[in-house]
T-cell receptor, first 108, second 112 residues
Framework: QKEVEQNSGPLSVPEGAIASLNCTYSDRGSQSFFWYRQYSGKSPELIMFIYSNGDKEDGRFTAQLNKASQYVSLLIRDSQPSDSATYLCAVRVGDMRFGAGTRLTVKP | NAGVTQTPKFQVLKTGQSMTLQCAQDMNHNSMYWYRQDPGMGLRLIYYSASEGTTDKGEVPNGYNVSRLNKREFSLRLESAAPSQTSVYFC???????????FGPGTRLLVL
């Protein structure tokens, strides 16, 4: 079992819709959780981080964490074509461990 | 601030050749990291340096060595390149524990 698992996609949503990206992790000792966005050929850039159970909102982005279910998600409201990218989930337990990423396409 | 810089951007090597990938950060961060990214595998940690003068193995250290030259610079060396080391290499740095990592632009390496 991989330490951090994501559906590779591609996930396709129409412009203006809500995109939902999911991530599960195996280590219950995981302390902090991050979502990165990576455009093709570019380096990852941080979108959000979350430490506590519940929701955390930042503009159009909402991160949700459920430690009991070992599940973290990212919701993107009012999706735009510029949101088309690969989204990486990362979990810190000592080192940072990354998922393989979910490719999101937002169609105009 | 340039953030995290990496050189070179692209490199083609023949099997058995050696090379050093350079990384520098100007954010006064203590921790620095080297990752490789392969299709379908995500980012995998090769080596990291929690502070100047220390280095530790990550998930996939075989075939690599590192040097933390000073607080700013962290280099990754391939002594005898193999085709399996064809990948995109990212350097990253982090300030205080708990903060996020900031990534460099990456080095695309092809080993023939």
């Amino acid at each position: 079992q991989k330490e951090v698992e994501q559906n590779s996609g591609p996930l396709s949503v129409p412009e203006g819709a809500i995109a939902s990206l999911n991530c599960t992790y195996s280590d219950r000792g995981s302390q902090s959780f991050f979502w990165y966005r990576q455009y093709s050929g570019k380096s990852p850039e941080l979108i959000m981080f979350i430490y506590s159970n519940g929701d955390k909102e930042d503009g159009r982005f909402t991160a949700q964490l459920n430690k009991a279910s070992q599940y973290v998600s990212l919701l993107i409201r009012d999706s735009q074509p510029s949101d088309s990218a690969t989204y990486l989930c990362a979990v810190r337990v000592g080192d940072m461990r990354f998922g393989a990423g979910t490719r999101l396409t937002v169609k105009p | 601030n340039a953030g995290v810089t990496q050189t070179p951007k692209f490199q083609v090597l023949k099997t058995g050749q050696s090379m050093t990938l350079q990384c520098a950060q100007d954010m006064n961060h203590n921790s620095m990291y080297w990752y490789r990214q392969d299709p379908g595998m995500g980012l995998r940690l090769i080596y990291y340096s929690a502070s100047e003068g220390t280095t530790d193995k990550g998930e996939v250290p075989n075939g690599y060595n590192v040097s933390r030259l000073n607080k700013r610079e962290f280099s990754l060396r391939l002594e005898s390149a193999a085709p399996s080391q064809t990948s995109v290499y990212f350097c990253a740095s982090r300030g205080v524990p708990g903060e996020t990592q900031y990534f460099g632009p990456g080095t695309r390496l092809l080993v023939l």
